[in-house]
């Protein structure tokens, strides 16, 4: 296929340029060094305006041999293409190590996401960490990753299946490189309520009646899949009910759901001495709608922040330096591809966020989450972001909000605004 046809066939290419990556809520995370990864982006809308991302990874000047892009490990949860670079991907495992680079270096094994991707740099002048050798803009990101398991549009998919898998099930991860080396990263999940249930479809509230469909003894061992699995990628869970504490239907989704994690093996506490925070699964409620319905509206959201203040300073977040600079070194770009990010913090859990549709709720809770995290690193560094940058944060979880409603509910997300 020719490029202009190419061209005519993917309305909308996006490319753009980061200097640092992690992922699974980068405690795997390798660091890479400046100008070392470059994601050509191609963002095409499908079916019900879904957002697919081929994103093509290109790693220059690595750490070491070990840091190469690894095939073998790309995360199939989140891969919705593993069906056709399955066989790909089996025959590269047989090929010896030069045939399997030209291999990679063809591109011909391309991994696709269905989610959200973007990045605004940020000029100097409105940035919140201030460096003195570099003129050049920061870079805030944001990626979501909708899992492939039990994808499906509003009232076709809802709960959890034997597997643990669940419904709208969404990995996001904000993150801020400063060209001087600084790179925060911090992650969030979100999830349809993870017991069996399905919800009647009708234009009407009354109509859109919520079922439970199986007893709590079947749904335990699925329930505890999904969080065992959630607890292997992430580490400590700490679940963000925003359900209605008077609305039928989420009041019982609500008592399930807080019953099973009752009888989690994560929310048993091994050492009697221990206090509970240090339960590897925790759960709190917030019911958005009572909490909004005042005069102060919307705003009123932030008041989450004190119900999850010291889970998320125990959590922290994942930032990495480059070691060996001074503020005011001016080092050269060949200089710069040897030095070595050290990793300063590691993020030690997560934030698992559901209202019913996990949409515009939980969008706007994520967002309060994601400037908590970003605040924090701030003030450990005894730096502040202006209004400015808190505009343009908001911003790109509102665009984020918008195509994960454009996924499901095919209209933009209510609470953007």
């Given at each position: 296929m020719d490029t202009t046809m190419?061209?005519?066939?993917?309305?909308?290419?996006?490319?753009?340029?980061?200097?640092?990556?992690?992922?699974?809520?980068?405690?795997?995370?390798?660091?890479?060094?400046?100008?070392?990864?470059?994601?050509?982006?191609?963002?095409?809308?499908?079916?019900?305006?879904?957002?697919?991302?081929?994103?093509?990874?290109?790693?220059?000047?690595?750490?070491?041999?070990?840091?190469?892009?690894?095939?073998?490990?790309?995360?199939?949860?989140?891969?919705?293409?593993?069906?056709?670079?399955?066989?790909?991907?089996?025959?590269?495992?047989?090929?010896?190590?030069?045939?399997k680079g030209t291999l990679d270096a063809s591109h011909m094994l391309t991994s696709a996401i269905r989610g959200f991707v973007?990045?605004?740099?940020?000029?100097?002048?409105?940035?919140?960490?201030?460096?003195?050798r570099t003129n050049l803009p920061s870079g805030?990101?944001?990626?979501?990753?909708?899992?492939c398991r039990r994808a499906g549009t509003r009232f076709n998919a809802r709960g959890i299946d034997d597997d643990g898998y669940v419904a709208n099930s969404v990995e996001t991860e904000t993150t801020f490189y400063q060209p001087s080396g600084l790179c925060f990263s911090y992650a969030q999940?979100?999830?349809?309520?993870?017991?069996?249930?399905?919800?009647?479809?009708g234009l009407l509230p009354g109509q859109q009646k919520i079922q439970i469909t199986r007893s709590p003894e079947a749904t335990q061992p699925a329930f505890d899949k999904h969080f065992e699995q959630l607890s292997l990628n992430y580490g400590?869970?700490?679940?963000?009910?925003?359900?209605?504490?008077?609305k039928p239907g989420e009041v019982e989704l609500s008592a399930r759901y807080k019953s099973h994690v009752a009888h989690s093996p994560l929310n048993q506490i091994l050492d009697l001495e221990e206090a509970s925070d240090h339960r590897e699964l925790q759960m709190s409620h917030f019911d958005f709608h009572?909490?909004?319905?005042?005069?102060?509206?919307?705003?009123?959201?932030?008041?989450?922040?004190?119900?999850?203040?010291?889970?998320?300073?125990?959590f922290a977040y994942f930032l990495s330096d480059e070691a060996g600079l001074s503020g005011s070194e001016t080092v050269s770009t060949e200089k710069a591809s040897q030095i070595l990010p050290t990793v300063v913090l590691q993020q030690e859990g997560v934030f698992r966020t559901n209202c019913l549709d996990c949409?515009?709720?939980?969008?706007?809770?994520?967002?309060?989450?994601?400037?908590?995290?970003?605040?924090?690193?701030?003030?450990?560094?005894?730096e502040r972001a202006s209004a400015d940058f808190w505009m343009r944060h908001s911003s790109l979880w509102a665009d984020n909000g918008d195509v994960r409603s454009n996924s499901s509910l095919c209209l933009s997300g209510l609470l953007s605004n």
């Amino acid at each position: 296929m020719d490029t202009t046809m190419a061209m005519g066939l993917i309305p909308e290419i996006r490319n753009l340029s980061i200097h640092a990556w992690s992922s699974r809520g980068s405690s795997a995370a390798e660091p890479f060094t400046t100008a070392s990864i470059l994601i050509s982006l191609i963002v095409y809308r499908i079916g019900t305006n879904s957002h697919f991302c081929e994103l093509s990874v290109l790693i220059a000047g690595r750490l070491s041999e070990g840091s190469a892009f690894d095939v073998d490990s790309l995360d199939e949860e989140f891969l919705w293409n593993s069906y056709m670079i399955d066989p790909l991907i089996k025959f590269r495992s047989r090929l010896a190590v030069h045939e399997k680079g030209t291999l990679d270096a063809s591109h011909m094994l391309t991994s696709a996401i269905r989610g959200f991707v973007s990045t605004i740099l940020i000029p100097p002048s409105s940035s919140p960490v201030k460096a003195t050798r570099t003129n050049l803009p920061s870079g805030l990101t944001l990626i979501s990753r909708l899992s492939c398991r039990r994808a499906g549009t509003r009232f076709n998919a809802r709960g959890i299946d034997d597997d643990g898998y669940v419904a709208n099930s969404v990995e996001t991860e904000t993150t801020f490189y400063q060209p001087s080396g600084l790179c925060f990263s911090y992650a969030q999940i979100r999830g349809s309520v993870p017991v069996f249930w399905e919800q009647a479809p009708g234009l009407l509230p009354g109509q859109q009646k919520i079922q439970i469909t199986r007893s709590p003894e079947a749904t335990q061992p699925a329930f505890d899949k999904h969080f065992e699995q959630l607890s292997l990628n992430y580490g400590t869970v700490h679940i963000l009910n925003l359900l209605s504490e008077t609305k039928p239907g989420e009041v019982e989704l609500s008592a399930r759901y807080k019953s099973h994690v009752a009888h989690s093996p994560l929310n048993q506490i091994l050492d009697l001495e221990e206090a509970s925070d240090h339960r590897e699964l925790q759960m709190s409620h917030f019911d958005f709608h009572a909490e909004t319905k005042g005069p102060g509206g919307y705003e009123a959201a932030s008041l989450v922040r004190r119900l999850i203040q010291d889970r998320a300073e125990a959590f922290a977040y994942f930032l990495s330096d480059e070691a060996g600079l001074s503020g005011s070194e001016t080092v050269s770009t060949e200089k710069a591809s040897q030095i070595l990010p050290t990793v300063v913090l590691q993020q030690e859990g997560v934030f698992r966020t559901n209202c019913l549709d996990c949409l515009d709720r939980t969008n706007l809770i994520q967002t309060i989450i994601s400037q908590m995290a970003f605040e924090s690193c701030l003030n450990h560094r005894s730096e502040r972001a202006s209004a400015d940058f808190w505009m343009r944060h908001s911003s790109l979880w509102a665009d984020n909000g918008d195509v994960r409603s454009n996924s499901s509910l095919c209209l933009s997300g209510l609470l953007s605004n």
